[in-house]
């Protein structure tokens, strides 16, 4: 390796850049996601945040409904956008994405105050729908920046934003609504930030190193050099076929679906939880559901270092890595579900068990989270937008769930069977994973390589 190129991995490079305004990029579509999931707790009861504000008379099934609807829109788009993102480039579709979920934010007390139920519904499920392009996009741009000795410490920074977006928001948002702007500004706020970050990103952000114009060309060829051997510089047609008829794929879409199912059980009921059972006003309840998001965003930072020290000095194969990695967040976090459920534990204790269940699943983004992108980085925006897509269908079920079965927000016992039921759904995902999972690169990813073995034309040594 050229000197230039070595001093390049530290010294801060033009890839940082682009992560860094990709992790902001989360880190607003995260916000924009949870902000309702406290938002709606002081809009139904103003006892709880600043009380000249209106109060909405909505009961435990319209605000589940109003919950889900953000993935109704959410599961439609993601295919799609994995696919012109591949085509086209990704950064005007990350921006487009975030710009319409920024307006419609900001439209938010509008379509709660004057358009009901129904509008609330409309407005989330199109905010969804532009959000379903997040993912899938931001796949396709980290697959062209992340060189392969940083791929996971860089995969997973971008990735933590989400945690970090928690993180922001939530304790934001409780003091936004005790504020004089009351429950309104929390999405006058959020909306107004996303449009600021989108204005940056598109003057800053670029499709790939081949497309900056004033980054150094020794970065560019170490960035491209690195990932020769896997990415195409020219988009492949993509093989439907050969995706769906892949047990590795499969196993990623099985492990997606539990992992939003009992995610976002937790993810967008939390707030209501630590509500009405563990009795904190909307202040504290702010701070209390952000504190588990504070431990998975530094989980994930250290998981990831470590992931690369594991990598760079082949301690423990990738696969064998991604399984372990899962196994931490999905059965770890089973344990301290099974545990809140089993145990009659005090206020404390369960804000523990809460926070362990969710730190432990920040394995997650060095598990199954990058698997796309090591089976086949030519289509990673297309497999995320599949995974994420039927995933997706049990991010609308949970909620939906927890109002079936939550019917008093106050009653611990119904609660316990929420947990009970997401640990069983972690336990039998993951079981699947680390029978039939890899990280391994799929002989798919460019197909013109894969013939060229078939029929034995490839005589390079």
């Known amino acids: 390796m050229a000197w230039s190129q070595y001093s ?163 304790p934001t948002a409780g003091l936004l609504a005790s504020s ?9 706020v959020s909306g107004a930030l996303t449009l600021i970050w989108v204005l940056i990103w598109s003057l800053m952000g670029a499709n790939s190193p081949l497309e900056h114009q004033t980054m150094s060309e020794a970065e560019k060829k170490f960035i491209i050099n690195s990932l020769s051997n896997t990415t195409s510089k020219k988009p492949l047609p993509t093989p439907w076929g050969k995706i769906f008829k892949s047990i590795p794929m499969w196993t990623l879409i099985i492990v997606h679906l539990t992992q939003n ?16 059972i563990l009795k904190f006003d909307i202040k504290s309840n702010g701070f209390l559901s952000a504190m588990p998001y504070l431990i998975m965003w530094i989980l994930i930072i250290a998981f990831s270092w470590t992931s690369d020290y594991i990598r760079t000095r082949g301690l423990i194969s990738n696969t064998n890595q991604r399984k372990m990695w899962n196994s931490v967040a999905h059965w770890g976090g089973a344990l301290t579900l099974v545990s809140l459920y089993l145990f009659d534990t005090s206020t404390i204790g369960a804000i523990v068990l809460l926070t362990a269940t969710l730190g432990l699943n920040s394995g997650v983004f060095t598990g199954f989270l990058t698997n796309h992108i090591d089976l086949a980085p030519n289509f990673a925006g297309t497999l995320m937008g599949i995974t994420n897509s039927i995933a997706n269908i049990t991010s609308i079920l949970g909620p939906l769930l927890v109002g079936f079965v939550v019917t008093d927000s106050s009653n611990k016992d119904q609660w316990g069977i929420v947990f009970l039921y997401s640990a069983g759904v972690f336990f039998i995902g993951n079981l699947i994973y680390v029978i039939f999972g890899t990280a391994d690169t799929q002989s798919w990813n460019d197909l013109s390589i894969y013939n060229e073995i078939k029929t034995g034309k490839n005589e390079d040594p």
């Open 261 to 276: 199912l009992g995610f976002w059980i937790l993810f967008t009921n939390m707030p209501t939880y630590i509500n009405y």
């Open 8 to 170: 390049e991995k530290f010294t801060w490079g033009e890839r940082y850049t682009q992560t860094l305004l990709i992790f902001f990029g989360m880190v607003i579509a995260y916000g924009l996601r949870v902000n309702l999931s406290v938002g709606i707790v002081a809009m139904t009861d103003k006892s709880r945040a600043n009380t000249h504000f209106i109060e909405l008379p909505w009961d435990e099934s319209s605000k589940s409904k109003i919950l889900s609807s953000f993935f109704w829109g959410y599961l439609i788009t993601q295919v799609y956008a994995g696919q012109m993102a591949q085509k086209y480039g990704g950064k005007f579709f990350l921006a487009g994405a975030l710009g319409i979920s920024g307006i419609l934010t900001i439209l938010t007390p509008v379509s709660a105050i004057h358009g009901g139920v129904l509008v609330m519904c409309a407005n989330r499920m199109v905010q969804g729908m532009a959000q379903g392009f997040v993912f899938p996009v931001v796949n396709v741009l980290i697959s062209k920046w992340a060189p392969a000795s940083e791929k996971g410490r860089l995969i997973s920074f971008v990735f933590s934003g989400t945690q970090f977006g928690s993180l922001v928001m939530l």
């Open 180 to 188: 004089s702007g009351g429950w309104p500004a929390i999405f006058y």
